[in-house]
């Protein structure tokens, strides 16, 4: 008779069927969980996480003790600055309702994740952890800007009151499969992708928004997975932790377009539209902190999983978000 190990964790991951939390579920069923580990994916189809009852619910059904807190009200810029209240609100609710369920049922650990949106606008570059809280964020998403800042404030509070494990990551661009690929709310790597399928589709230009020269630093979801599950097991701090590919691997808005464009195999026109926003211009971030903690990362070369990613979005392009 097989003997079943223990289950020593129960892993509750908030936001399980967007873009980081696909990767996650992805990295465990392909080896990296461990036998001592039950991972509970849940997404907004299994509680309204802005409702205190029912986060308070879901935490009572599945009594987890870690949690991977990944659910928020997410969009690209152009989303932002329609409705960054909304953003705001929603996202303050979730994250106080999440947080303040995991201290009342006794969690151990929580790990939520922030952006490098949250920096301040006015800095000095590579941004680091310690100077979240510097000045206001760029005024194009403040609502949700603050919000996720808040998290941090939060994860302090808990620590000094009640003595809790709760710490935050911030990743710089995310991107993979499963991401959202609509073009007017989504983010600048998955909207280029599907604006290449259809210019691809139909004999058209590709019509890039902005002029192409803002950097951004780009983590393939699969890696930051990997990442996530150390954070989890092993970094023991309340302060952040920002996960990102190093200074040297920013990239532009047109490096990006030219990489999609490979490996799509798109051969018409590439045209920028400078009347479009562009909005920041760079947000570099140190992943000095990281490279401490794991100087032997891997990551994936980036022209290898954009071409990963355009693959898994032509081939599930009848059910992909877009």
Known sequence: MEVTEPVARR???????????????KVVAD??????????????RDADLTSAAETKALFEQHKPTHVIHLAAMVGGLFKNIRYNLDFWRRNIHINDNVLHSAYETGVQKVVSCLSTCIFPDKTTYPIDETMIHNGPPHSSNFGYSYAKRMIDI???????????????????????????????????????????????????????????????????????????LWVLREYDEVEPIILSVGEEDEVSIREAAEAIVDAMDFRGELLFDTTKADG????????????????????????QAVKETCAWFSTNYANARK
Do not use: M
């Open 11 to 25: 892993i509750l991951v908030t936001g399980g069927t967007g873009l980081v939390g696909k990767a996650i579920e």
């Open 31 to 44: 080896g990296e969980g461990r036998p001592d580990e039950e991972w509970i994916f849940v997404s907004s």
């Open 154 to 228: 939060q994860n302090r509070g808990y620590f000094e009151q009640h003595g809790c494990r709760f710490t935050a990551v911030i990743p710089t661009n995310v991107f993979g499969p499963h991401d959202n690929f609509n073009i007017e709310d989504g983010h600048v790597l998955p909207g280029l992708i599907h604006k290449v399928y259809l210019a691809k589709q139909n004999g058209s230009a590709l019509t890039v928004w902005g002029t192409g020269k803002p950097r951004r630093q780009f983590i393939y979801s699969l890696d930051l997975a990997r990442l996530f």
């Open 280 to 303: 920041q211009f760079k947000k570099t971030a140190s992943n000095a902190k990281l490279r401490r903690y794991l100087p032997g990362f891997q990551f994936t070369p980036f022209r």
